[in-house]
């Protein structure tokens, strides 16, 4: 679970530290900001990361949010949470980079597989036919 400090940072204050954290991720490679990741969150945190990426884009392709709890193993009032905060306009910046051309979404769901699935044998040919590859 979460632990978060009961003191509460201005907005100023907290719009700094987010800079801050950008710039650390900037400049730096692809194998590198995977290491960084890994120092800096537990794997339950990264899972999470990673399952809220793949709500947004299974929402962005259409998917139910019935679907998404089922496929992701999340609850359906997550995916409802995250739909609705898409229809107010958040994860904008997330939703541009993903419809980006050089986001390759087939190898982002057999990693979403391999996640999910925790080394297990795949469960059936074509798991991921159901999403939409571009």
Request: charged share 30%.
């Amino acid at each position: 679970m979460t632990r978060i400090s009961k003191k509460i940072l201005s907005s100023d204050s907290e719009k700094k530290l987010n800079s801050q954290l950008a710039k650390f991720f900037a400049n730096q490679k692809e194998n590198k900001i995977q290491k960084l990741f890994s120092d800096l969150l537990t794997p339950a945190e990264q899972i999470m990361l990673i399952k809220r990426l793949a709500i947004v884009i299974m929402i962005i392709e259409k998917e139910s949010c019935y679907k998404i709890a089922q496929v992701l193993n999340v609850s359906d009032s997550t995916a409802r949470e995250v739909k609705t905060k898409i229809g107010l306009g958040q994860y904008q910046t997330l939703i541009a980079h993903y419809q980006n051309k050089n986001f390759n979404s087939k190898e982002f769901w057999e990693t979403i597989d391999v996640i999910l699935r925790a080394g297990l044998p795949s469960r059936g040919k074509d798991r991921w036919q159901s999403v939409r590859f571009d």
